[in-house]
């Protein structure tokens, strides 16, 4: 038996979206035109729920006239993949080693399978995506890693984003895999959120953000209530120093630097795992992260 709704409570509901979507306007107004490159990856690309919510997200952004640019991982993804074909995860200082074979798989997990299956559901929400790779169009040329003993893992050495800025032009949405080869052909795989930020700093973006699995940066990473909402370059780094940012947030944050010592705007570390925490973040005055700027007089 359905249950009549009360007339009064879906206008209340009604008014709330509407005055939610007003207040929004001066940060619509403000980013309209202006580049965000999102590292996705964590909690939201595992939960179907959350997927939805982010690509819903992004999509609404391209709408009202924001360029999002998305940069993926796949990590649990590919070590699945491994387990089916029988080769072992090895990891070396948190990065994965990744050998000949790794690298087949790896290249196939993310070039063939993650990217398209996020362009084919931001295309099913309504938005128009493109998946390319760090090989297509020279986006990216890659070099070794500095670190012995861990085989195809590499860095970014040039980057090109003429190809990422023309699909953006053309009104679509670029989503992009870190996958990148060096000058012989030989693919390497690059940390997603390094290439984040170092695409973001080509394409002179107004923001990078990194979707991540914790609240954002904590002064005590066991209590949640110690975000630190905003920081800038020398206290993230001092808080590398002291030992405050440790473990996998250490290369997050130092990308986050890297990107606005080139000239990003700012960069946030957000919770992948709430809900529109892409809008909460771009489109209201408290945010749910936290948020790194070059000056803290920015």
């Known amino acids: 038996m359905n249950t009549p709704m009360d007339p009064s409570s879906s206008q209340q509901s009604d008014t709330t979206r509407v005055r939610v979507l007003s207040e929004a306007l001066p940060y619509i107004q403000k980013f309209a035109g202006r580049t965000v490159v999102i590292k996705y990856g964590g909690a939201a690309m595992k939960d179907s729920s959350l997927k939805a919510t982010v690509m819903r997200d992004i999509v609404f952004l391209a709408s009202i006239g924001l360029r999002p640019v998305v940069v993926h991982g796949g990590g649990p993804e590919i ?39 996020i362009v084919a559901l931001i295309n099913t929400i309504g938005g128009s995506a493109v998946g390319i790779c760090g090989k297509d169009g020279g986006l990216i040329r890659a070099r070794p890693s500095d670190q012995e003993g861990i085989g195809f893992v590499g860095e970014v050495s040039q980057l090109n984003p003429q190809l990422v800025d023309s699909l953006v032009d053309s009104g679509y949405i670029p989503v ?39 609240p954002g940066i904590l002064r005590d990473k066991d209590d949640v209530s110690t975000l630190i909402p905003k920081l800038d370059i020398q206290v993230a780094r001092t808080l590398i120093d002291e ?54 007089y920015a």
Not at 81 to 105: C, H, S, Y
Not at 195 to 206: F, N, P, Q, Y
Request: proline letters at 2%; charged letters at 20%; aromatic letters at 2%.
């Open 79 to 117: 070590n699945t993949w491994l387990n089916k074909l029988g080769i072992e995860a090895q990891f070396k200082n948190g990065l994965r080693v990744t050998d000949a074979p790794t690298m087949d798989v790896v290249e196939m997990v993310l070039v063939g399978r993650v990217n398209k299956e």
């Open 243 to 296: 030992g405050v940012v440790v473990g996998g947030m250490i290369p997050k944050v130092t990308c986050c630097v890297r990107s606005l010592a080139q000239g990003v705007k700012a960069a946030h570390i957000l919770d992948g795992r709430v809900h529109h925490c892409l809008l909460l973040e771009i489109l209201t005055d408290a945010g749910i992260g936290s948020m790194i700027v070059a000056s803290e």
């Open 176 to 214: 992009i895999s870190s996958v990148a080869a060096d000058e012989t052909g030989q693919p390497y795989n690059i940390n997603a959120d390094t290439v984040a930020g170092e695409l973001a700093a080509a394409l002179g973006a107004e923001k990078l953000i990194l979707l991540t699995d914790i």
